[in-house]
């Protein structure tokens, strides 16, 4: 007997929901993207979001059980996001949430949105073997990660200032491309040379498994204007091709460095990347061809399972659930991750 889980998501920009049976197999999922509504002001307004999250959630919920062909009754339980993300807009999937379970009396699970990004790989592939390497790169969040199993995990190092996607969505504005800057960036970026402009990579010392992304913006933003002289006129054709190309490189240089420094002194046996800008491709080809990681199972998700989405939190909810860890029908909209998780551990 299956065990169908709802998972509702509506932390940032995204109202989702999706019906998951035995944290892997999708059997409806339904994201709308807010980001016309925010798109103008080049980032996520709260209020704005939350009241857009209370007008869809809904009718996405229904349509997710539509697809699953499920009505609530035949639900195990119902996954919500808590934390972290928009007080506002977490509190729009938890009411919905523990509404159906109070109607239907269905057992309510609490998801962190970052851990359901970490685990993303194993509802990609139920079958990865542990511990995997994980990496978390999104607009808000950027970390590394060692999954030991399901709902235990430790943090290895994060980003001292811009997560990764923060970085393209900031860099593709002073490129004059549109937000969310990622995907922009990763069009504007075809066919043009990522050698092509010496943008810096920060490494931040040869141990270090944090990250930091503000120089690049910075340098970025020097190259545009430099300190002396007239500054360039904005950028179009090929040299715009070849900017966006070299500061892509640099994001996705920085992430492989890094996970190649854990891969190195970690022994895991699979690696996962979950979080917006795990949909790069450039980001995907070089993870595919890096020889010092081919020894390592290597999961790469649909790219719409790394974007914020239901299925993920069904399938986190998923193991919460096997481990017993009901949450309470007062659970409350925390805009912090989960406490505990050590970071900058040694092997
Ligand atoms: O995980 P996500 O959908 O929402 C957050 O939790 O933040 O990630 C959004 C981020 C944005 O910064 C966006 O620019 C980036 O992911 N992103 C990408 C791509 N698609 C989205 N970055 C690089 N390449 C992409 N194709
Ligand atoms: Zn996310």
Known sequence: MSEAILGIETSCDETAAAVVADGAAVLGNV????????????GVVPEVASRSHTERVLPI??????????????LAAVAVTHRPGMVGCLLVGLAAAKALCWRFAKPLLAVDHVQAHVHTGLL????????????????????????HEPGRTERL??????????????????????????????????????????????????DSLDFSFSGLKTALLYTLRPQAGPPL???????????????????????????LRAAARFPVRSLCIGGGVARNATLRER?????????????????????????MVASLGFHHLRAGRIAPLDLDAIATPQAGGKTKVRP
Request: aromatic letters at 4%; glycine letters at 10%.
């Open 287 to 311: 993870l595919r061809a890096e020889p010092a990681l081919s020894h390592l199972h290597l999961v790469l998700p649909a790219p719409a399972l790394c974007a914020d989405n239901g299925a």
């Open 31 to 42: 994201v709308h993207s807010q980001v016309e509504l925010h798109a103008r002001w080049r």
């Open 233 to 259: 006129p904005p950028p179009a054709g090929a040299v715009l091709r070849d900017l966006a190309a070299s500061y892509q490189a640099a994001v996705v240089d920085v992430l492989v460095q890094k996970l």
């Open 157 to 206: 190092g994060t980003t001292r200032d811009d997560a990764a996607g923060e970085a393209l969505d900031k860099g593709a504005a002073l490129l004059g491309l549109p937000y969310p800057g990622g995907p922009a960036i990763e069009a504007a970026a075809a066919g043009g040379d990522g050698r092509a402009f010496p943008l810096p990579r920060t490494l931040l010392g040869p």
């Open 124 to 147: 990609a592939d139920p079958a990865m073997p542990l511990p995997a390497l994980a990496l978390v790169a999104s607009g808000g969040h950027t970390a590394l990660w060692l999954l």
């Open 61 to 74: 919920v229904a349509q997710a059980l539509a697809e699953a062909g499920l009505a609530p009754a035949d």
